[in-house]
């Protein structure tokens, strides 16, 4: 089938079997920041932007991305780099292999939320799976870098 | 592994349904549980061209179509003035946002999971299904039928004046429920509904006039206990049977309360 799917910023026109999941789709084209976890649809580390909402593209068919516009941290780099490094400054990447899912869901809340407490933020990243970090590392880059936001608008 | 052999975007519901009679066909909603099963599909139909993913709010209802996320239900604002706040409760606890924001209605009720917050909530809330074939029936009729070939097009949800309050046992955050307890107050009489016994959820109702005369502590222990007598729970490798029923008495009790003393 015939899908047209624009991946980050570029469009992409081109024949995918019916049961292609879009996780396949983008890591065969330059999207090795999409990482396969569980397949359980559980852990977060293939997360994507699909029209700006974070999906799980490990349950997602590249079929029914046709004519979405899809989202991945190699196309978020300005704003991945940004936040990333107050996560680096808790040491909080650990191993790094979850780090891109979570990454992108973070700054699906920050552009939902740009002012979320502490605890919509541990509710919205409730589906990024991390097995090293104990996620407390990640709670305070994150709150550090919105502390961070604050202060430069003003 | 799921292997899908040709994918339909549906353009009529007459489409669907008439190609999701073959038994080797499948109607996909969120796709999370499906793909989850060793399927062999002919025809994936896909229902997401139909304009099915709206929640509209009319002074006496609300239409909530099949293929609106669970994420929808919980951001809606009316849902949530009109549910106070039960219905984001119910869904809150699945997974993640990710995962919400695929999952569908349709998709969580048509299936009737034994582990369904969705189907729990929806029907302490009273509301009903519109098939395409079958027409409008009580959710709570058609979570006892069998499953068929007919397509769920929306959830009805009438605005009643009630009260509801929804609660949910988890062993790990994000995981499976152990035990799903949805109480609603409507005209005076009270309605538990239980789910993930495991099994699909059932829905009992104040018979014996427990709370006839308001919530109190001793009240919603009468009626905590009524329905753990009449609720069947089972075991799996998430709980046994006598936790889940002693988790019946408690969740109630607790839901129960957080109804408050006041009729509507």
């Known amino acids: 089938m015939k899908v047209t799917v624009t991946v980050n910023g570029r469009k992409i026109q081109e024949e995918v079997a019916c049961d292609l999941l879009l996780i396949d789709f983008l890591r065969s084209h330059g999207c090795p920041s999409v990482k396969r976890g569980c397949e359980t649809s559980n852990c977060g580390l293939c997360t994507v932007l699909m029209d700006g909402k974070p999906v799980l593209s490990c349950s997602v068919l590249t079929v029914r991305a046709d004519g979405h516009v899809i989202e991945t941290l190699e196309g978020l780099q300005e704003e991945a780099e940004e936040f990333g490094a107050f996560i680096a400054d808790q040491g909080a990447e650990q191993c790094g292999f979850c780090n891109p899912g979570f990454m992108m869901n973070a700054l699906a809340l920050f552009r939902e939320n740009p002012d979320p407490n502490e605890e919509e933020i541990k509710e919205y990243l409730a589906g990024n799976l991390c097995r090293c970090s104990g996620y407390e590392g990640q709670l305070r880059g994150i709150l550090n870098f919105l502390e961070w936001k604050k202060e430069a608008k003003q | ?264």
């Open chain 2, 1 to 264: 592994m799921l292997t899908i052999q040709e994918y339909v975007k549906a353009e009529s519901l007459e489409q669907a349904y008439e190609l999701n009679q073959k038994k080797t066909n499948r109607i996909i909603g969120g796709m999370l549980w499906m793909k989850m099963s060793p399927l062999n599909i002919r025809t994936a139909i896909d229902l997401s061209g139909l304009g099915l993913d709206k929640i509209e709010e009319t002074p006496e209802e609300f239409r909530i179509g099949c293929m609106v996320s669970l994420r929808q239900l919980e951001l809606h604002p009316g849902l949530a003035a009109y549910t106070q706040g039960s219905m984001k409760e119910s869904v809150r606890h699945i997974v993640g946002v990710q995962f919400r924001n695929l999952a569908t209605v349709g998709g969580s009720i048509f299936g009737r999971f034994g582990f369904s917050d969705v189907l729990t909530e929806f029907m302490a809330l009273g509301a009903e299904v519109e098939l395409f074939q079958g027409g409008r029936m009580s959710l709570e009729e058609f979570s006892r039928r069998n499953y068929d070939n007919d397509i769920l097009v929306r959830v009805i949800l009438k605005k009643f004046p009630q009260d509801s309050v929804y609660l949910s046992m988890r062993n790990t955050q994000t995981d499976f429920p152990v035990l799903t307890c949805a109480v609603t107050r409507r005209e005076e009489k009270v309605c538990a509904v239980i789910g993930a016994r495991p099994a699909r959820a059932v829905a009992i109702y104040d018979e014996a006039d427990l709370l006839k005369n308001g919530v109190t502590d001793a009240s919603a222990r009468a009626f905590a206990d009524y329905v753990a007598e009449h609720v069947v729970t089972g075991s799996n490798k998430r709980a046994q049977a006598q936790y889940r029923t002693h988790l019946v008495k408690v969740l109630t009790r607790r839901a129960c309360q957080g109804l408050g003393g006041e009729a509507k």
